[in-house]
Antibody, heavy 120, light 107 residues
Framework: QLQLQESGPGLVKPSETLSLTCTVSGGSISSSSYYWGWIRQPPGKGLEWIGSIYYSGSTYYNPSLKSRVTISVDTSKNQFSLKLSSVTAADTAVYYC????????????WGKGTTVTVSS | DIQMTQSPSSLSASVGDRVTITCRASQGISNYLAWYQQKPGKVPKLLIYAASTLQSGVPSRFSGSGSGTDFTLTISSLQPEDVATYYCQKYNSALWTFGQGTKVEIK
């Protein structure tokens, strides 16, 4: 059964780069059945798709974040990663990684989420 | 980009009531529409995908309908454990977008 787990610093300083990793277990990140991606949720607000990656390395980003986001995949470690540069307090959120089914494009398995606070 | 408008933003209903939440896309998205339930402090949970397919293990009181631009999530008989925020999510042209969410409470 597919499981995802986020990891990374819980506190990032303004203007620095937020870096998170999602470890996939119970399945291969090289599966053609999935995209892999990141979603965030600021405190008290709704869900926002950040971006997605296919095992081949093809990436897709939310246009509102595209200039600051990089998502990469490491098939040898069964992991994918998020980098968000030049963070501000507005980037404070719970960050989720998820598997995105590759036919109807829904998010079927989610990580537990990790809280990232941007503060000096 | 195609925008999603979800309504209402909140609702209050009695146990046993029929509850309907709608999502409207600014352009047609076929049936690339999913619904999620998020209880307070919890991870979002997939309820319905492909607009009307119930995810395994989800109670049958949940149903989805629609295609193109107009979609509906229906709870046929609201239960106390259904208190949550519900989100629609669309896919088109390698872009995923969530609706604004609907908070469902018990009257």
């Amino acid at each position: 059964q597919l499981q995802l787990q986020e990891s990374g610093p819980g506190l990032v300083k303004p203007s620095e780069t937020l870096s998170l990793t999602c470890t996939v277990s119970g399945g291969s990140i090289s599966s053609s059945s999935y995209y892999w991606g990141w979603i965030r949720q600021p405190p008290g607000k709704g869900l926002e798709w950040i971006g997605s990656i296919y095992y081949s390395g093809s990436t897709y980003y939310n246009p509102s974040l595209k200039s600051r986001v990089t998502i990469s995949v490491d098939t040898s470690k069964n992991q994918f990663s998020l980098k968000l540069s030049s963070v501000t307090a507005a980037d404070t959120a719970v960050y989720y990684c998820a598997s995105f089914e590759n036919y109807y494009y829904y998010m079927d398995v989610w990580g537990k989420g990790t809280t990232v606070t941007v503060s000096s | 980009d195609i925008q999603m408008t979800q309504s209402p933003s909140s609702l209050s209903a009695s146990v046993g009531d029929r509850v309907t939440i709608t999502c409207r896309a600014s352009q047609g998205i076929s049936n690339y529409l999913a619904w999620y339930q998020q209880k307070p402090g919890k991870v979002p949970k997939l309820l319905i995908y492909a607009a009307s397919t119930l995810q395994s293990g989800v109670p049958s009181r949940f149903s989805g309908s629609g295609s193109g631009t107009d979609f509906t999530l229906t709870i046929s008989s609201l239960q106390p454990e259904d208190v949550a925020t519900y989100y629609c999510q669309k896919y088109n042209s390698a872009l995923w977008t969530f609706g604004q969410g609907t908070k469902v409470e018990i009257k």
